[in-house]
Each structure stands twice: as structure tokens, then as C-alpha cells.
């Protein structure tokens, strides 16, 4: 079985991913990981995001070891990763090695902002979880505060609404809901309710 989970950040997708993972026992990928890894080395590189040569060799020799990287989940990487996640031959970089990650035996979960449309369009599942921007930015400052970043909520806000209009405007991949894809709004929900729908919309359509 493939689950498929896209929406924009902070929209509770990863942890919901993760869950159903853990519950189902599929494997998980977080796909946005792979481009924080490629914005991550930029960074670090002193080099620009839009430069299209270097974000390319960085995705090419993309470095595993930089997904455990504490500085991926830095608000500037995530600035910077939806940047490079712009380029179409970034894309391409990374596309194969998510197609193969969906094909691991006895299934996987991958969550990120084309799954449903463009890497997995076959998934058995798909999910676009979405929760109000207020919402978003509230959990966003809470995890970035929590990691010692010295941010306001209003700076998270405003970041954050200038990378849904960055991802769901680009002409590549852009974040979009599959026609397929069942709608999880999490902006009331705690994390265990969401949870369960998200359960109980997987065995649903397992059921169908
Ligand atoms: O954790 P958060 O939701 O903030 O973002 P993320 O899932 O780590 O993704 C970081 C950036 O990578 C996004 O803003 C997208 O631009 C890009 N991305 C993408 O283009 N396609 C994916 N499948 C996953 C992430």
C-alpha cells in the first residue's frame, strides 16, 4: 500500500505521516527533507539557492547524513529548500530516488507537496491536509521557538504565506490537491483526532 500526503507547512502532515506509518508498518519518507538537505548544503556552502548549477550539483551528491542534520529544520533552510524546490532539474534529481522509496516492500508513506500528483500518481491513498495559516504560523513559531530561534509570530506568518504562494504558484510540481485526494482540515483538530480520521479514511478506502 501507498500513502500518498501532500499540503502546505506546518499543515500537520508530517506527524500525521509518521503515525500512519508506524501504524500501518510502512515505510516513511518525508520528501521534504530531501530538499531541505539540498538547501541545507547551499547554506552551508555560503551559495545562493537560485543559483541553478550549484543547487543541481547539490542535489546530485545530495549527503544522507545531512538529513539528521539539526540545522534542516532552520527557517532558513526551509526558505531555501523551497528555493531550489523550484528547479525543475533539482526535481529531477530527486524523483527517482522517491519512485524507488515508494516501491519498498510491504509499502511506504511519503509526505511532501507533489506525492499525489506527480511522484506517486498511483498511490492507493491520498491525503491533502491543510490547516488555516494562523494555525500554521502558531505551530511553526512553537517548533522554531522550542529549537532556540529568536523569531516572532509575525515573521513566521509572513515567511510562511510567502512559501505557500512560492510552492503552489511555480510552474514544476506545484502544491496542488490530486482530484483523488481526500481533504484533512487540521485546523481544529489536535494531533490524535487527526489522527483518526486520517485512520479511518486509509481503512476506508482499503475497504472500497
Ligand atoms: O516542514 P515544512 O512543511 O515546512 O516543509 P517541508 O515539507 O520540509 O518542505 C520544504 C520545502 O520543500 C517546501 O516549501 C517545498 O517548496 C519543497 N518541497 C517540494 O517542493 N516537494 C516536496 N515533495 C516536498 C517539499
Known amino acids: ?7 502546505p507547512a506546518a499543515s500537520g502532515k508530517g506527524t500525521l505521516a509518521r503515525k500512519l506509518a508506524k501504524h500501518f508498518n510502512l515505510a516513511y519518507l518525508d520528501t ?4 531541505r538537505a539540498v538547501a541545507l548544503r547551499l547554506v552551508l556552502d555560503g551559495d545562493d539557492p537560485n543559483i541553478e548549477e550549484r ?4 542535489a546530485r551528491k545530495l549527503d544522507g547524513s545531512l538529513l539528521s ?3 534542516l529544520r532552520s527557517g532558513k533552510v526551509g526558505e531555501a529548500a523551497s528555493v531550489v524546490a523550484a528547479n525543475l532539474r533539482v526535481r529531477e534529481e530527486i524523483l527517482d530516488f522517491q519512485r524507488r522509496y515508494a516501491a519498498s516492500p510491504g509499502g511506504a508513506v ?15 491513498v491520498k491525503l491533502f491536509v491543510v490547516a488555516n495559516p494562523q494555525v500554521r504560523a502558531r505551530r511553526r513559531f512553537e ?3 522550542a529549537a532556540g530561534e529568536d523569531v516572532t509570530y509575525d515573521t513566521v506568518l509572513a515567511d510562511l504565506q510567502a512559501r ?9 510540481a506545484p502544491l496542488k ?9 487540521t485546523s481544529e483538530l489536535d494531533i490524535e483526532t487527526a489522527f483518526e480520521e486520517a485512520v479511518s479514511i486509509v481503512e476506508g478506502r482499503m475497504n472500497a
Not at 500500500?1 to 499540503?7: E, K, L, N, V
Not at 505557500?164 to 514544476?172: K, N, P
Open 177 to 185: 490537491r490530486a482530484s483523488d485526494a481526500l481533504l484533512l482540515d
Open 110 to 124: 511519503l509526505d511532501g507537496r507533489d506525492i499525489g500528483t506527480i511522484v506517486c500518481p498511483d498511490a492507493d
Open 69 to 71: 542534520d539539526p540545522g
Open 164 to 172: 505557500d504562494a512560492r510552492d503552489e504558484g511555480r510552474a514544476i
Open 55 to 58: 543547487a543541481v550539483e547539490a
Open 32 to 35: 521534504g527533507s530531501l530538499y
Open 143 to 145: 517548533e522554531l521557538k
Open 1 to 7: 500500500m501507498i500513502i500518498a500526503i501532500d499540503g
